[in-house]
């Protein structure tokens, strides 16, 4: 975006990975939904396309913002004029520097994971967002102890209802041939991976894309296709080396199975998770699927920033930073600005690629000294993805997010087939999950955005037979 609104200037692109991400098949699903692939690309295509961009292939050392300068690791310095600091999020790991703790946030890590699975009979995964979900679902051949602190599953998107629907899928026998992995890899000569423990997650990988799992053939040792023990509202205690468990003279659990009555466990693990529901599983490897925390380390030092409470540089409606020229969009910002009541921030792909599509019109407004409307994109939270093969959609405060008590739920659910909730608050509605091939999606943004009086249409609102989308075409 910059190097089009700037064709005369240099444009310097600082990034660690010798891939970059790029956006593909971008489909525009309505007003507010996108829908796109992610795809890693070698920096020179980018250069190619816009010959006023240099792509510095160099981790951040320093950022000294008093004088304008940036310094790599490689030991040299860049002036900037605007800067914008993308540097993402990494994962926010139960616990750091233990071997047998995977962190997944990546493509990097994604594989890693998959070349450990390979010789995995049993593992734990510890979360309850996106990633979560999608790695229980896609596992294959290898049993899963599921810890979440939640009651139900997928707790960042849905509700218990949406949780129950989708359950059932966990323990279908699936698979259709994976498709073909679209993220192609490419290593630079010279950078043949080195064997280090598999817990590398000080190393910053780009975030993976939405359909990130796809084509990695994600299989473990065993010949069953699913088996998953969810162990609901538990944190992990502690995490035991084969050594110190031995030493602590305590037992492990089986995998459980349908008949309540459990079994203590003969085997040995290379490492057990104590969980604080008091049970202890042995397995091979733990996979912390526990969220991000914004990768501000590199650009705190000597500077002064203005962090939000979940540790991001915060930003205003200009994506403008608290330091003169700097800005920052995607995962590593926290929107300081007043919210539309519709929208809230997440890390996710899809609110990245906005802000940084629009930290990049900022940037250009205020070096041409113009004035510039926020983004219709911050209207109205709108997110499209895939769980175990539903297509999902969440529009507005899909969960209710700060609407206190003053709220009603309107649900309709056809099982293995479609779940519809919406989030209604004095005859309007404030948002919407929705689960299958609805074909909804436009019409309830619509009817958020307007913020039209629905109480005449009471329960009808939801009433399958009755075609809504012609009603408010």
């Given at each position: 975006?910059?190097?089009?609104?700037?064709?005369?200037?240099?444009?310097?692109?600082?990034?660690?990975?010798?891939?970059?991400?790029?956006?593909?098949?971008?489909?525009?699903?309505?007003?507010?939904?996108?829908?796109?692939?992610?795809?890693?690309?070698?920096?020179?295509?980018?250069?190619?396309?816009?010959?006023?961009?240099?792509?510095?292939?160099?981790?951040?050392?320093?950022?000294?913002?008093?004088?304008?300068?940036?310094?790599?690791?490689?030991?040299?310095?860049?002036?900037?004029?605007?800067?914008?600091?993308?540097?993402?999020?990494?994962?926010?790991?139960?616990?750091?520097?233990?071997?047998?703790?995977?962190?997944?946030?990546?493509?990097?890590?994604?594989?890693?994971?998959?070349?450990?699975?390979?010789?995995?009979?049993?593992?734990?995964?510890?979360?309850?967002?996106?990633?979560?979900?999608?790695?229980?679902?896609?596992?294959?051949?290898?049993?899963?102890?599921?810890?979440?602190?939640?009651?139900?599953?997928?707790?960042?998107?849905?509700?218990?209802?949406?949780?129950?629907?989708?359950?059932?899928?966990?323990?279908?026998?699936?698979?259709?041939?994976?498709?073909?992995?679209?993220?192609?890899?490419?290593?630079?000569?010279?950078?043949?991976?080195?064997?280090?423990?598999?817990?590398?997650?000080?190393?910053?990988?780009?975030?993976?894309?939405?359909?990130?799992?796809?084509?990695?053939?994600?299989?473990?040792?065993?010949?069953?296709?699913?088996?998953?023990?969810?162990?609901?509202?538990?944190?992990?205690?502690?995490?035991?080396?084969?050594?110190?468990?031995?030493?602590?003279?305590?037992?492990?659990?089986?995998?459980?199975?349908?008949?309540?009555?459990?079994?203590?466990?003969?085997v040995l693990w290379p490492v057990y998770v104590e969980l604080t529901n008091g049970k202890i599983y042995g397995c091979d490897f733990i996979v912390s699927a526990t969220g991000v925390v914004p990768n501000v380390k590199p650009f705190l030092d000597g500077n002064n920033f203005a962090v939000g409470e979940d540790g991001g540089l915060k930003v205003d409606k200009h994506m403008r930073t608290s330091l003169p020229d700097i800005y920052a969009a995607g995962d590593i910002c926290t929107a300081s600005w007043e919210p539309s009541p519709l929208w809230h921030q997440m890390r996710l792909w899809t609110q990245a690629r906005q802000m940084g599509w629009y930290a990049a019109k900022c940037m250009a407004a205020d070096t041409l000294g113009e004035s510039i409307d926020m983004d219709f994109s911050f209207e109205l939270f709108a997110h499209v993805t895939k769980f175990f093969n539903y297509k999902v959609v969440v529009l507005g405060k899909y969960n209710a997010q700060g609407l206190g008590l003053d709220h009603e739920l309107m649900l309709r659910c056809t099982k293995g087939q479609e779940y519809v909730k919406v989030v209604m608050q004095s005859g309007r509605m404030m948002g919407a999950v929705l689960i299958g091939e609805t074909d909804l999606e436009e019409t309830f943004e619509n009817l958020i955005l307007n913020q039209m009086d629905l109480s005449a249409y009471g329960e009808d609102l939801l009433n399958p037979d009755i075609d809504i989308e012609d009603y408010f075409d």
């Open positions: 975006k910059l190097a089009m609104e700037f064709p005369s200037e240099d444009i310097f692109l600082m990034t660690a990975s010798p891939v970059i991400k790029a956006i593909t098949n971008f489909k525009q699903v309505s007003k507010t939904l996108e829908e796109f692939d992610v795809e890693e690309q070698p920096s020179s295509l980018l250069e190619k396309r816009y010959p006023n961009i240099k792509v510095i292939q160099s981790g951040v050392k320093q950022l000294k913002s008093d004088e304008h300068k940036i310094f790599t690791e490689d030991g040299k310095e860049y002036m900037y004029e605007k800067i914008c600091l993308c540097a993402g999020a990494k994962p926010k790991l139960i616990f750091e520097g233990n071997p047998y703790v995977l962190g997944i946030r990546d493509t990097d890590s994604a594989q890693a994971f998959q070349k450990n699975l390979a010789q995995a009979e049993r593992i734990v995964v510890v979360g309850n967002g996106g990633i979560a979900l999608e790695l229980v679902y896609e596992i294959e051949g290898c049993e899963v102890i599921w810890a979440i602190k939640d009651k139900a599953i997928g707790n960042t998107f849905f509700d218990a209802g949406a949780a129950e629907f989708l359950i059932p899928k966990l323990t279908t026998e699936k698979r259709e041939t994976p498709i073909e992995c679209k993220r192609t890899k490419y290593t630079m000569e010279g950078s043949e991976e080195k064997e280090g423990p598999i817990a590398a997650s000080d190393k910053l990988g780009s975030a993976l894309g939405p359909d990130w799992h796809e084509g990695l053939h994600l299989k473990g040792t065993k010949e069953f296709s699913h088996k998953v023990h969810i162990e609901i509202l538990c944190e992990v205690k502690k995490i035991h080396l084969q050594q110190e468990f031995i030493q602590l003279q305590r037992t492990s659990l089986t995998f459980p199975k349908e008949e309540k009555h459990v079994e203590l466990d003969e």
